[in-house]
């Protein structure tokens, strides 16, 4: 099992361009999210998802979008990059059903500038 | 709406000391459960241990042990026996309660140092 897995692990990008992170798992987990990680603020929820087709907005949601086309994946898309959007962002899993803990994947370090 | 209370920005330990790092937390809903993340320097998040808000004893796994108050809604970490490697971020988190219970809620984190 890989887990969680998330590409580019490094990326830089100008105001105004746009970007997919990509997040896999391949633990057939309907619950899969995103938060971005900001210094003293904790992780925030951007979006989540409870299964493919099914999707919903988080605590900080403006300025991305997201789909679930299929079980495994669930990419993030920057629509137009703002500095306000620098920040380390991870992806988690998980079932749905019950309380169970959310794996994390190991995180995208973007800046924009 | 759920909420994530870690009142310690920083806290010091000396290496072999036990140490405890709060959390209180925010819900109206009976059901919920209550998780501890490690992250150290190098970034990624690693899961420590769960309390579910029906569990009778309070958890524990190795040298982590959670105080589980329900009344005072309160889930503290208790690190026995420091060591070096435990210095890292540690994050509190909720999933449940109120506004569905899918979502996990993270309180800001502790910044540990166990000092040699």
């Known amino acids: 099992n890989a887990g969680v897995t998330q590409t580019p692990k490094f990326q830089v990008l100008k105001t105004g361009q746009s970007m997919t992170l990509q997040c896999a798992q391949d633990?057939?987990?309907?619950?899969m999210s995103w938060y971005r990680q900001d210094p003293g603020m904790g992780l925030r929820l951007i979006h989540y998802s409870v299964g493919a087709g099914i999707t919903d907005q988080g605590e900080v949601p403006n300025g991305y979008n997201v789909s679930r086309s299929t079980t495994e994946d669930f990419p993030l898309r920057l629509l137009s990059a703002a500095p306000s959007q620098t920040s380390v962002y991870f992806c988690a899993s998980s079932y749905a059903r019950g309380l169970s803990e959310q794996y994390f994947g190991p995180g995208t370090r973007l800046t924009v500038t | 709406a759920q909420k994530i209370t870690q009142t310690q920005p920083g806290m010091f330990v000396q290496e072999k000391e036990a140490v405890t790092l709060d959390c209180t937390y925010d819900t109206s809903d009976p059901s919920y459960g209550l998780f501890w993340y490690k992250q150290p320097s190098s970034g990624e998040m690693i899961f420590l241990i769960y309390?579910?808000?029906?569990?009778?004893q309070n958890a524990t796994e190795g040298r982590y042990s959670l105080n589980f108050q329900k009344a005072r809604k309160s889930a503290n970490l208790v690190i026995s026996a420091s060591q070096l490697g435990d210095s890292a971020m540690y994050f509190c988190a909720m999933r449940g309660g109120q506004g569905g219970s899918e979502k996990l809620v993270f309180g800001k984190g502790t910044k540990l140092t166990v000092n040699p």
């Open positions: 633990m057939n987990h309907e619950y």
């Open positions: 309390q579910g808000s029906y569990d009778q």
